[in-house]
DNA sequence: GTCTATATAGTGATAGAC
DNA sequence: GTCTATCACTATATAGAC
């Protein structure tokens, strides 16, 4: 479906994916189009046919890897009867996706969304993020998890993978993260469990 | 004792100062070193005497910032007798760090250290991390803390509270922090208590 | 120590041919 | 749709006076 699961012949979709693994290893700011052009070895011509500008590329990548995650999520939260199973789900599927697609969870989870697109509203949200805060909203409503308030109870969840993922992409972290799965997810649970 | 706690008249600790300002509220990258001069009220060679270019001011920065923590944290680990308390005043001192120089936590944990200064040595661990660790490790040896790996204790336990900081530094936390550290304490020792 | 003025290079973006 | 050539500007960094 997306720009970054196919090495797309389509030019504009060549051109988002090189631009992700340019951001992902330069950075955002470091990259320059002409940049992009050498490595999507088309011309700075058609980038600028395709996007209005450099910030309008990393939009474009935020907003369409935003709709695919988010996607899954709501997928995962369907399939999944309770908040327990559920967020075990979204963990393996953050952890496998950092696996899988690094620069892509890196532009999405780490980089400075208000610094690289200012003129873009609120992000910073996702929906997908919003989407997993009703989900645990919807736990401690029935009991599942125990009456934290809902500022708290998301970080003491997800913080810990959030920050497993972080030190994985920097290189702090040798194993692959589905392989501390059980281990970190075990923390997470007794973390909010009643 | 560091440029940032007083309103230096010194005129390179206002340099910092101003950097570290700009550096939250602008970003590294989109501050110009005529932006510093500017709200310095020095002059540009007077900046370039002091630094040698743009990435020694963040440098400097990092560095002075890195051994105040540091320092504190040895204090703290010195001053508790037990991991359990280690950690939790770490925790409190975290948060009120935030509370009164947002923009030096946000520039220590949440720059992208790699992006900024290429041409450090592997900074991305820090000095105060790494000893935070140790007292980590020694809980998990003595038996406070149950026998997780080293690399899935650490994120259980301030996973919670570096995302807390993370919200609150980009707006989406009301709530001053040391008022949610009992709560997300609780659940950071409930992740990893035997 | 502190300043102003300037060199240099690279960047984002456009124009216009094919 | 795609390209090359080029503009206008900004930013880093230096030179050299006081």
């Known amino acids: 479906m997306s720009f970054y699961k196919s090495s797309s012949k389509n030019r504009r979709d060549r051109i988002l994916h090189t631009a992700l693994k340019l951001f992902h290893s330069k950075g955002y700011f470091k990259t320059s189009v002409h940049d992009i052009r050498e490595q999507a070895d088309v011309s700075i011509g058609l980038i600028y046919r395709y996007f209005k500008n450099k910030e309008e590329i990393a939009q474009t990548l935020y907003q369409e890897i935003s709709e695919d995650i988010f996607a899954t999520i709501e997928t995962i939260i369907a399939q999944n009867a309770n908040t327990h199973d559920r967020c075990r789900a979204i963990m393996a ?20 969304h208000k610094e690289i697109m200012p003129s873009a509203v609120s992000i910073c949200a996702g929906k997908a993020l919003t989407r997993i805060r009703e989900a645990i909203q919807e736990g401690i409503n029935n009991g599942e998890i125990r009456p934290l308030a809902l500022v ?25 993260l589905p392989s501390l799965l059980d281990e970190i997810w075990e923390s997470a649970w007794r973390a909010v469990k009643p």
């Open 93 to 112: 599927y953050y952890f496998q996706l950092t696996e899988d697609f690094p620069e892509l969870v890196d532009f999405i989870i780490f980089a400075r």
């Open 152 to 176: 708290v109870a998301g970080p003491s969840l997800f913080g810990g993978m959030t920050r497993l993922i972080q030190l994985r992409l920097i290189g702090m972290v040798q194993e692959p």
